[in-house]
């Protein structure tokens, strides 16, 4: 299926997409609200802009893609790869992405407050200035990671590995 067939059959009222192929495609400003895309293959997919709020994209293939600016509010990540994936200024709040794979991902200025991040793996992940305020970030991998400036007031860190990671004017409270 194509991104023109695709959006033709989200116009029409479809909303299930399990498994689709769309790698490389072009689906930048697309409105997917509450899509059904779990295993779908959209490694180096261009969804900058994109409205993703309420999608379901357990164990997709995001690695490379450009989310940049897309809203994922509540969206169910559980077990994607998104490996290299560019989410600067991305709304993921309130997301799912537990046991997500986030490595060398760029999450600039990503609003992920009070998202799910429990065992995410974000090795060498840029979230400087990101919003990780409310966020449970248990068991995540942050071996590296830039947290530069990023809000993490009131986020759950316990056994987070955090080795070699930037906090330089990280918000923290007693609670984190």
């Known amino acids: 299926m194509q991104a023109d067939e695709l959006l033709k059959n989200y116009a029409a009222g479809t909303r299930d997409f399990t498994g689709i192929n769309l790698s490389e495609a072009n689906l930048r400003e697309v409105n997917l609200s509450g899509a059904i895309l779990d295993r779908a293959i959209l490694d180096g997919a261009n969804l900058s802009h994109a409205n993703l709020s309420h999608t379901s994209l357990v164990e997709a293939d995001l690695n490379g893609a450009n989310l940049s600016d897309a809203n994922l509010t509540e969206s169910n990540l559980t077990g994607a790869i998104l490996d290299g994936a560019i989410l600067d200024g991305a709304v993921l709040d309130g997301a799912n992405l537990t ?22 793996t974000l090795v060498a992940a840029n979230l400087d200035k990101a919003d990780l305020s409310g966020a449970d970030l248990t068991v995540a991998d942050l071996t590296q990671a830039n947290l530069a400036q990023a809000d993490l007031n009131q986020a759950n860190l316990s056994g987070a590995n ?15």
């Open 99 to 120: 046991q997500a794979d986030l490595t060398v991902a760029k999450l600039i200025e990503a609003n992920l407050s009070e998202a799910e991040l429990t065992e995410a």
């Open 162 to 176: 955090l080795e070699k990671a930037n906090l330089e004017g990280t918000i923290l409270d007693e609670n984190s």
